[in-house]
């Protein structure tokens, strides 16, 4: 079993930063992917960004050049920096995981989310 423990969500004002820490610890043999993903009221869930254990980040189109996804391997730990928040950013963030187990089967876990409003 995997554990996700995600924090820094809030409110925020438009233009400001949020950092969101994601923190995963259980049973697994090492990390494949770790991501956030973000669903607003009425919408579906889309890709924020990812980081792979190697370090290769992706990015939805929406938050390229303003957000910025780093990770601590040793942590099993990932962030997600966000700057220039607008109020469209607003939605639940969720962190997901994808564990490779000692049988080297691949699975994925989710978060539990963090709400993210950007208001004035």
């Known amino acids: 079993q995997v554990q996700l423990v995600e924090s820094g969500g809030g409110l925020v004002q438009p233009g400001g930063s949020l950092r969101l820490s994601c923190a995963a610890s259980g049973s697994f043999l090492s990390i494949n992917v770790m991501a956030w993903y973000r669903q607003a009221p009425g919408k579906e869930r889309e890709l924020v960004a990812s980081?792979?254990?190697?370090?290769?980040?992706n990015y939805g189109d929406s938050v390229k050049g303003r957000f910025t996804i780093s990770g601590d391997n040793a942590k099993n730990t990932v962030y997600l920096q966000m700057n220039s928040l607008k109020p469209e950013d607003t939605a639940v963030y969720y962190c997901?995981?994808?564990?490779?187990?000692?049988?080297?089967?691949?699975?994925?876990?989710w978060g539990q989310g963090t709400q993210v409003t950007v208001s004035s």
């Open positions: 980081r792979t254990s190697s370090g290769t980040t």
């Open positions: 997901k995981v994808i564990i490779v187990t000692p049988t080297l089967r691949t699975f994925q876990y």
